[in-house]
């Protein structure tokens, strides 16, 4: 347990520091190696890896229609039930999020607009590993589809049988994803920003992934010839605002929910309550031991701090200084808090909201910023698949009103071709006018 009011400046910093990610020479040299092996050899680079860390006998990239609907087929009815309904609570929060277009007359005759369109083809990654996640494959693929996007093309790394989890494919074809691609890691994120001759290149790219996939993005993102991403990403992590009224099983559950999502994920308790930070801590030692992901979920805790404070508004601060991906507010009146909580990524109000609604079927997004982003990013929403664009239309009116504005700051700022432009369009409605 670290008393927050007994800490110097520095052991503060410290105590709010993350997990170090992997970001070392070797990972970006790998990295770069990787996108320039799939630039020159495409398709048959992605196969090579894919086949070397993935499926030895994989026969191609893509899975086909009939495959994706033969798997989904297999998908048992609860489970089935339970992605219709977080399918229809993520679609009607992010169809409550659809822009609407502005037209505003900002002088006599000068008329501006603000418009919005989807984005015309998307990259949806959707991490392997140790569990599938359909949960992932909706949070990207219904926002999708809310924005009209054109083309969204899914990459997830193939099981030893050449396939992927029939919930991911059930997600995909509710999502009418029919471009779906057998390949995971920097390698896919490659092929979907540079282009191969299968998999026809994408203008953003969404999901997270191990350390490779976060660097792939971030160096694609980078090149004039690559592609946008969603965000910066890191490590997942929560923290949890408790008082003394709170339920200790309860923020130790949530504590533990995001330590069993990997080994370098951070949980975070900060109370004004000793009495249950020690009741947390005896309960997270009883939870963990029943947890099936317990090796990962102990290694995990091994990041966490136990942060007392003398107050609630002390408690905060140290809450908006970390600036956590997850927020979990459980104390007396955890709404009256939610004025003075500056940075998060996803807030969750009260002991009966746990981390985990958010992560599959209340409606919001579970990707969101990790590692302090949420400081300056914002969690995935329909904007992240549209883009937004301006639109000016002058009358000979709206010209001559505002003609001599902009010669005058042409001219200020000594760029005679653009103050030129206007004086021949005034010049030339003067002498119609004479004429």
């Known amino acids: 347990m670290l008393n927050w009011n007994t800490l110097s400046d520095a052991e503060r910093r ?22 320039a092996d799939v630039e020159h050899r495409g398709d048959e680079a992605v196969l090579d890896y894919t086949r070397r860390f993935d499926c030895p006998t994989l026969p191609a990239l893509r899975l086909s229609v009939e495959q994706r609907d033969a798997l989904a087929a297999q998908v048992s009815q609860d489970v089935e039930e339970a992605i219709n309904t977080a399918f229809a609570n993520i679609k009607a929060f992010h169809e409550a999020q659809m822009p609407q277009d502005i037209q505003l007359t900002t002088t006599p005759g000068v008329v501006c607009e603000q418009r919005f369109v989807a984005l015309e083809a998307v990259g949806l990654y959707i991490p392997g590993g140790s569990a599938p996640l359909p949960s992932t494959a909706l949070m990207l693929g219904v926002p999708a ?45 490659a092929a979907m920003a540079l282009g191969t001759d299968s998999i026809a290149q994408v203008d953003k790219i969404f999901g997270p992934g191990n350390s490779f996939v976060t660097e792939a993005k971030q160096q694609v993102s980078q090149r004039a010839d690559g592609a946008a991403i969603d965000m910066p990403a890191g490590p997942s992590e929560v923290l949890v605002l408790a008082d003394g009224e709170a339920n200790p099983a309860f923020v130790a559950s949530d504590l533990l929910s995001q330590a069993e999502h990997g080994a370098d994920s951070q949980a975070i308790l900060v109370s004004n309550s000793e009495s249950l930070i020690d009741a947390v801590k005896a309960e997270v030692d009883t939870q963990l031991a029943q947890l099936s992901r317990n090796a990962i979920a102990v290694a995990a805790m091994d990041n966490a ?41 996803s807030v969750f109000l009260g002991a009966w909201s746990p981390e985990s609604a958010g992560d599959y079927a209340s409606g919001t997004n ?36 505002l003609g001599p504005a902009i010669m005058t700051l042409a001219a200020a700022e000594g760029l005679d071709a653009h103050e030129k432009a206007v004086a021949l369009r005034m010049q030339a409605l003067k002498d119609n006018q004479d004429g």
């Open 366 to 401: 579970h990707v969101l910023p990790t590692y302090g982003y949420a400081k300056n990013y914002s969690s995935l929403g329909l904007l992240d698949f549209m883009r937004r664009y301006t639109v000016q239309e002058l009358s000979p009116q709206g010209l001559q009103n």
């Open 305 to 345: 701090r136990y942060i007392l404070t003398t107050s609630l508004n002390e408690a905060v601060a140290v809450s908006n200084a970390y600036a956590p991906e997850h927020l979990i507010v459980q104390t007396e009146d955890a709404r009256g808090l939610l004025p003075v909580l500056k940075n998060a990524g």
């Open 14 to 35: 410290d105590a709010l520091a993350r997990p170090v990610m992997k970001n070392s020479v070797t990972l970006k040299q790998t990295v770069s190696e990787i996108l």
């Open 145 to 189: 589809v809310v924005a009209n996007v054109p083309r969204k093309v899914l990459c997830t790394p193939p099981g030893k049988d050449g396939l992927i989890a029939p919930e991911i494919a059930f997600v995909a074809k509710r999502c009418g994803i029919e471009e779906i691609y057998l390949c995971g890691g920097a390698q896919a994120i």
